[in-house]
């Protein structure tokens, strides 16, 4: 997985930055990881506010 800061540091209303906690919790939490997933937790976190980074990431799965 290979990402910008604006994943990371996705911040909620009250404050808290959804962090590589949050990244680590979606990669260990999910059998096949999916972009579209991390991107709507982040999305989530942020509580409806807009975007205050750009958001970009690459995940690349090895197949079975």
């Known amino acids: 997985l290979a990402g910008t800061d604006g994943i990371t540091e996705t911040a909620a209303e009250d404050g808290p930055l959804f962090g590589e906690a949050g990244v680590e919790a979606w990669l ?27 958001v970009a990431a690459l995940l690349v799965v090895r197949a079975p």
Do not use: I, V, W, Y
């Open 28 to 54: 260990t939490a999910t059998p096949t990881p999916a972009l579209a997933d991390l991107l709507g937790l982040a999305r989530a976190h942020e509580q409806g506010a807009e975007p205050a980074d750009d």
